[in-house]
């Protein structure tokens, strides 16, 4: 069955990074767009990021371009969410999602929380 | 970017009766290529990560109860629950997908009476 575990969440200062990992199993990774979409506590869905099957192409949340980038590697069916310069407002459980057109699949998420 | 529009925020429903929740696009998610339209709908039962409902205006994902259904056109979409039962309980999300950044819907919480 599909499965998809995230990791890497915790409690940051500040202007400090951190990097989540999404390890996928159940289903041939290098053939699915995979997506990071968040939630701030109590606050509804906000999609994050996107990459191609082949990591050819990525798009971003204006919200975090220039501070996220999203990466995968096929080898270990694993994708990726580099977040540097944390602000307070990111903030929020961080769902992988595996998606070929639709979100079909959503990981159970991992808390990050953003504070001084 | 696309702004997605939900009513109403909550609905209270007895079981067994029928429940409707609206979304709005501010821009048509009908694609000019392939006729489909990009819109899906998600609940978020309490407690639990988003599932997937329907994908693209009306197609129910796998195991989804014949009970949920969605339609509409252009930039007003609905999906309906035909008699609500217990199990449906959680927040409904509508999402497009027509271009990026992909935009949810606020949430409609729906909750037993």
Known sequence: QVQLVESGGGVVQPGRSLRLSCAASGFSFFNYGMQWVRQAPGKGLEWVAVIWYNGSNKKYADSVKGRFTISRDNSRDTLYLQMNSLRVEDTAVYYCARAYGEIDYWGQGTLVTVSS | ?113
Do not use: H
Request: proline share 6%; net charge negative.
């Open chain 2, 1 to 113: 970017d696309i702004v997605m529009t939900q009513t109403p925020l909550s609905l209270s429903v007895t079981p067994g009766e029928p429940a409707s929740i609206s979304c709005r696009s501010s821009q048509s998610l009908l694609a000019s290529d392939d006729g489909n339209t990009y819109l899906d709908w998600y609940l978020q039962k309490p407690g639990q990560s988003p599932q997937l409902l329907i994908y693209k205006l009306s197609y129910r994902a796998s195991g989804v109860p014949d009970r949920f259904s969605g339609s509409g056109s252009g930039t007003d979409f609905t999906l309906k629950i035909s008699r609500v039962e217990a199990d449906d309980v959680g927040v409904y999300y509508c999402m497009q997908r027509i271009e990026f950044p992909l935009t949810f819907g606020g949430g409609t919480k729906v909750e037993i009476k």
